[in-house]
């Protein structure tokens, strides 16, 4: 499945971009191997170029769909489309809450605001920011298939969203609608939303006792995944290749070894990420009243969970075992996701299918949003090769005084400014703080507005991101924009650091639904950039300019079937 017509289905964008499956070029385009070898080092291909070609190529491993698979849904997503087009148009004349009072951009009108809801799957980013330059620090909307999305601007309104208590702005019933949880990750995951508090504490918490797991695993994933000769270029697809690095060093630390290079198992897992939000669009755009009859018929939660079973059955139902005969905490047990779901989860929660769903979800929010996010950081270190040699020399200075260490790579302040500019110029949704209001009696904005029961919002990130009033030169990519700030401080100089997260800087949300996984992701890229800058040379074939994003709905996506060229490093 393309990335477009991923979009189209998912017109209701709601997440962060590396919830949108598919991309062009991607291994999930090309054919299904039985065996699902995808990560064995002894498949990296050994072809290579020289110097300025891009003809040698390294044949991607595999997260492979099956092609027949594909087909068949391009078959039923173009059928449905045009079914819900017509039904969409019917419903939506008579239903949703009453917005006109709300400036739009584009045609406001019941039909011809369809004209726009078609415009914004590929001019999202412009629509927003006409918004935002003709109503800044206020409201506007815009037409999405089925519904209105009310765009928030301003530091004082965004803070209004941010702040908001779940029972008023609700993100988790906004998530929920946008991927059909019940149906697509499970009823458990749905109801009892605990897994955020596990990944804010406990998983937090431990991104330092288990960072030389993570290290390693970065390490032995570019030995597998790029094998180099002497002083040979290799063109590497930049997309796959680090979503299997991504991937493997994740789940290196979500459920350790050898699962973590279990061809199936992750293969599986990006395979879910495709599935959850396919079959979720699909099973919105049925009336509310078919979903519990043809939602589990559409959705591949059965089959996607029984998969997810045979991998992680033994590892949880020894703990579950372990645990009742020794109780909590039983001598031995592993440091790991598994072992934090497990002391937090509570009555129904705590049982192997809940826990396997549970598992399948925190990696369905961790994979793609940290692939992506890689990805757009490698597009921009090969672009601006000017910045690699201080990046070395701050990991080369750092790492002979302190080893691999969270701490060390927490000090490697030029990568964690490379990583923020990064996401301020190319972060992966140009909206987000994706809410839905739920209170009766509508939510009130501190300037007096008041947006009706059922209104969906967000905030106008992309636009936030590239206003000069508050990042000079919006447009240029500074890579040490953010470290320049932080020298120039005396105090107080974490608020540029790429975990932070402000009313001017929106990648991570912010406030109480803010990304509770970003503390792991930030270690971890830096870690993967550190690695790539002291082992490799990098640079884009035939000196190309930086790969195009695709902008998909409110996605800011990397191109996916670009290449950068790696040699071993030379100086
Ligand atoms: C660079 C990588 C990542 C990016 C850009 C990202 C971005 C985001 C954003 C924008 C939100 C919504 C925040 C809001 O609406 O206020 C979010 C929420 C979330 N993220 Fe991340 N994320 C990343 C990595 C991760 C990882 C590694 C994990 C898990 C370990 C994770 C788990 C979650 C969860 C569970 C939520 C929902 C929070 C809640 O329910 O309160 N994310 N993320």
Redesign the pocket.
């Known amino acids: 499945m393309s990335t477009r017509t991923g979009a189209v289905l998912a017109l209701s964008f709601n997440l ?1 971009a ?1 919830f949108y499956p598919g991309r062009p070029g991607s291994t999930r385009a090309r054919p299904y191997k039985a065996h699902h070898d995808g990560f064995r080092g002894s498949q990296v291909p050994t072809a290579i170029c020289n110097d300025n070609s891009n003809g040698g190529e390294q044949a991607a491993t595999d997260l492979f769909l099956p092609a027949t698979f594909m087909e068949d849904l391009k078959i039923v997503a173009l059928s449905l489309g045009g079914v819900a087009a017509l039904y969409l148009l019917v419903r939506n004349a008579y239903s949703g809450p009453n917005l006109d009072f709300i400036p739009t951009v584009g045609r406001s009108g019941s039909i011809s605001s369809y004209i726009d809801a078609f415009r914004y799957v590929f001019y999202a980013k412009e629509m927003f920011q006409e918004g935002y330059q003709k109503h800044p620090e206020t409201f506007f909307r815009v037409p999405v298939v089925d519904r209105w999305s009310v765009l928030v601007s301003g530091k004082q309104l965004i803070g209004d969203i941010a702040n908001a208590r779940e029972e008023d702005l609700s ?2 019933q906004s998530t929920n609608e946008f991927l059909q949880t019940r149906y697509t990750l499970g009823r458990g995951c749905e109801r009892d ?1 605990y ?2 508090a596990v ?1 804010r504490t406990s ?1 937090t918490r431990n991104v330092g006792h288990r960072f030389p797991d993570v290290r390693d695993e970065i390490v032995c994933s570019f030995a597998d995944l790029i094998s180099l000769r002497g002083d040979e270029w290799l063109a590497v697809p930049a997309y796959d290749t680090m979503l299997q690095v991504i991937c493997r060093t ?1 789940n290196r630390f979500f459920v350790g070894l050898p699962l973590c290079r279990d061809p199936d198992y992750l293969a599986l897992v990006n395979q879910v990420a495709m599935d959850v939000v396919v079959k979720a669009q699909l099973i919105n755009f049925l009336p509310a009243f078919l979903r519990p009859t043809l939602g589990p018929f559409i959705s591949s939660l059965n089959s996607n969970m029984r998969r997810a079973e045979r991998h992680l059955t033994p590892l949880i139902a020894e703990r579950l075992n372990k645990m009742e005969e020794l109780g909590k905490d039983w001598p031995g047990k592993p440091n790991d996701l598994i072992s934090w779901l497990m002391d937090a989860a509570q009555g129904d929660e705590l049982t192997l299918t809940a826990l396997v769903q549970r598992v399948i979800f ?1 990696n369905f ?2 994979i793609r ?2 692939t992506d ?1 890689f990805v757009h950081l490698l597009f921009d270190l090969a672009a601006y090769p000017s910045y690699v040699q201080p990046l070395r020399e701050e990991v080369e200075a750092i790492v002979n005084e302190e080893g691999w260490t969270k701490a060390a790579v927490g000090k490697m302040h030029k990568i964690d400014s490379f990583l923020r500019e990064s ?1 301020r110029v190319h972060g ?2 140009t909206q ?3 809410r839905k209001v739920v209170g009766p009696d509508g939510f009130k904005f501190s300037d007096g507005t008041t947006l009706p029961h059922g209104t969906y919002l967000h905030a106008t990130t992309w636009s936030l991101h590239h206003d000069p009033e508050l990042y000079p030169d919006p447009h240029v990519f500074d890579g040490f924009r953010f470290d320049k700030l932080r020298q120039a401080e005396e105090t107080g100089a974490a608020k540029y650091q790429a975990v932070t997260t402000s009313l001017d800087y929106l ?5 109480v ?6 503390h ?2 930030v270690i971890e ?1 830096k870690a993967i950039v550190a690695h790539i800058v002291l082992n490799y040379d990098i640079k884009l074939p035939n000196d190309e300019g930086r790969p195009a994003n695709q902008y998909v709905a409110s996605a800011c996506l990397p191109n996916a079937s670009a290449k950068v060229l790696f040699r071993k490093r030379q100086s």
Do not use: D, E, K
């Not at 990648?507 to 406030?511: I, L, N, R, V």
């Not at 639904?513 to 970003?518: E, F, I, M, N």
């Open positions: 962060p590396g993100f988790h939303p897994h955020p990944i998983l994740s925190v929010a961790a949003t940290s996010t996401q992966i949704g987000s703080l994706g990648a991570f949300g912010h406030g639904h803010s990304c509770p996984g970003r792991m992701a890229l």
